[in-house]
């Protein structure tokens, strides 16, 4: 368990207001890898752990062999992200490439020399991806005091020391990270608390606004879909037999950094929420949302 982890197990008992940053997520394609398996490189919905870690250590400079650092920043890192219409649609990539012998770089700047393949043969492989991404999250780092703080990410993703990319490196965002100031901080005491204070003040887009219309006629309310850290007393319910949320998962979306590979475990809840808002022209609230995929 990482710091952020047990901060947020002692923010719980305590009900104590952690201060949350919060993104907004928007590119034509995105990819959120899981765990690959023989040529198929899935997406998951929400972003890992690692991507998170990654892309503000990108913004904030750091190396790929700054281990430490990278590991740091992501055992303090507590996150949740959040949908205000339905999760974006999956498309498939098919890929194919002929392995001949060709010199290239790899990521710890060292070069690769590949001896290729011994006949003609093709490798087929597939790519997963999110299309018209546009996600929500509310992070926050624990211990708060330390460095990096939530103010030094708001002053990397400004002004990044190198591109951001929401997954894969052709994965560009199409707006900027950072909400408007008035948006920027929450105030609460477990991330679902500070995506649905977000959610709540966000304003209305044209499309939504129509989404809205139909809830109406519908007599729903609007929704967030969510995925959250499990909370302390939900973690380990299904090793005992005790009814679990029925959203609980078991993922493995941390990295090993000094290893360069991915290992452990956490658990995760993805649910859905109302969202409080008064149903008025002038409100500021959110779409509609549909199921993860």
Request: glycine share 8%; with cysteine; proline share 7%.
């Amino acid at each position: 368990m990482g710091e952020g982890c047990r901060h947020l197990a002692g923010a719980c008992q305590r009900t104590q207001l952690m201060r949350f940053l919060a993104l907004n997520l928007q590119a034509p394609l995105a990819s959120f890898g899981g765990t690959a398996v023989d040529h198929y490189g899935i997406t998951r919905p929400f972003p890992a752990a690692s991507m998170l870690t990654g892309l503000l250590g990108n913004a904030l400079g750091y190396q790929r062999s700054e281990t430490e650092k990278l590991t740091e920043l992501q055992e303090r890192l507590i996150f949740g992200a959040f949908y205000r219409e339905t999760c974006p649609e999956q498309i498939r990539d098919y890929q194919t490439v002929q392995l001949r012998g060709e010199t290239s770089w790899t990521t710890d700047g060292t070069r690769a020399e590949r001896k290729g393949a011994s006949g003609d043969s093709t490798h087929i492989r597939y790519r997963d991806y999110l299309t018209d991404l546009d996600l929500y999250i509310v992070l926050t780092l624990m211990p708060a005091e330390k460095s990096p703080t939530l103010d030094n990410l708001v002053q990397a993703l400004e002004r990044p020391a190198r591109p951001l990319s929401l997954g894969r490196k052709t994965c560009l965002p199409s707006e900027p990270l950072l909400l408007p100031p008035a948006l920027r901080f929450q105030e609460a005491a477990t991330p679902a608390e500070a995506a649905l204070n977000l959610a709540g003040a966000l304003p209305f887009r044209k499309r939504e606004k129509e989404a809205e219309a139909k809830k109406r006629n519908r007599n729903t309310s609007p929704a967030i879909h969510l995925m959250r850290p499990a909370l302390p007393a939900e973690r380990g319910l299904t090793d005992t037999g005790a009814h679990p949320p029925a959203g609980l998962a078991t993922i493995t979306d941390e990295r090993n950094w000094q290893g360069g590979f991915h290992g452990g475990s956490r658990q995760i809840v993805i649910e859905k929420l109302p969202v409080r808002t008064e149903l008025s022209e002038k409100e500021t609230t959110i779409g509609v949302s549909g199921e993860p995929t």
